[in-house]
C-alpha cells in the first residue's frame, strides 16, 4: 500500500466537490488488478484515498483515475434543489481525460489532479 494524498483542482483552484476513484490497472500476467481506492475532497480540494479502511492509501501499482462529479440537481426541494444547481453549474462538467493514469508507489505519494471541462 501506498498512501495517497491528493488536490483537485481547476484552472488553478481547488475543487471541493465530486469523487476520484483509483482502480489499479491489469497487467497481461494477472486477471484481476486488485481493490479500487476512493477518496472525496474536502473545502480546499484536498482528499486522502481508503482502499481497505480509511486513508488507508492505494495498492501499489499503475492506476486508471476516475473523477466523478456532482450529479445534477435530483430533489423538488426549492432550496435543497437551487443549491446543488450552484454546485453541478460549477463542478458537473469536470473531468479527467480518458485512461488518466497515476504510479502509485510505496510511501507517500503527492498528487495533483488538473482537472478540464
Do not use: C, W
Not at 10 to 22: D, Q, R, T
Amino acid at each position: 500500500m501506498g498512501e495517497v494524498r491528493g488536490k483537485l483542482v481547476y484552472n488553478g483552484k481547488p475543487v471541493p466537490e465530486g469523487s476520484v476513484l483509483f482502480a489499479p490497472k491489469v497487467d497481461s500476467e494477472s486477471v484481476e488488478a486488485g481493490k479500487p481506492a476512493s477518496g472525496s475532497p474536502d473545502q480546499n480540494g484536498e482528499f486522502q484515498l481508503s482502499t481497505f479502511r480509511e486513508n488507508d492509501g492505494a495498492l501499489v501499482g499503475t492506476h486508471i483515475v476516475t473523477y466523478s462529479a456532482p450529479p445534477a440537481p435530483q430533489t423538488i426541494d426549492k432550496e435543497i434543489r437551487a443549491k446543488q444547481a450552484l454546485v453541478y453549474k460549477e463542478f458537473g462538467r469536470l473531468k479527467l481525460p480518458p485512461g488518466y493514469t497515476v504510479e502509485v508507489k510505496p510511501g507517500r505519494n503527492d498528487i495533483v489532479l488538473e482537472l478540464k471541462k
